[in-house]
């Protein structure tokens, strides 16, 4: 048992250690995509800005965002936003799980990429 919490603990430093800073909106309009086209993909989606897209190769890579410490979600990149004042440009629905929309579209968020092996819904 104590080796799990120990495993436990290290990954939540390593983790925190390389979050990266930056600024999150949401969209509410679902059109293809750059990496998917129509494929469904869930609602656990977001657009990259320029700052981590490059050159598409964080198409279908997972990323964790969180706005405070209690608050966070796991997102697959689907899209690139090149127009994006935002770090990530996530779906409605992966906002709500952090902040309230209704609070604002910008919000500040750290962010690192995850592995993840089942499909998000």
């Known amino acids: 048992m104590r080796v799990f919490l120990i495993v436990g603990i290290i990954a939540i430093l390593i983790s925190t250690a390389t979050a990266i800073p930056g600024i999150a909106t949401f969209y509410t309009q679902y059109i293809p995509s750059v990496c998917y086209g129509n494929q469904s993909q869930g609602v656990m989606v977001a657009a990259a800005s320029d700052t981590f897209w490059n050159g598409g190769a964080a198409c279908g890579k997972y990323y964790n965002v969180r706005c405070t410490r209690d608050h966070n979600v796991t997102v697959k ?45």
């Open 77 to 121: 990149i689907v899209d690139h936003c090149p127009d994006c004042s935002s770090t990530i440009n996530l779906s409605r629905e992966a906002f709500a799980k952090i902040a309230k929309p209704m609070a604002g579209i910008v919000i500040d968020i750290d962010y690192h990429q995850v592995e993840v092996t089942q499909r998000l819904e």
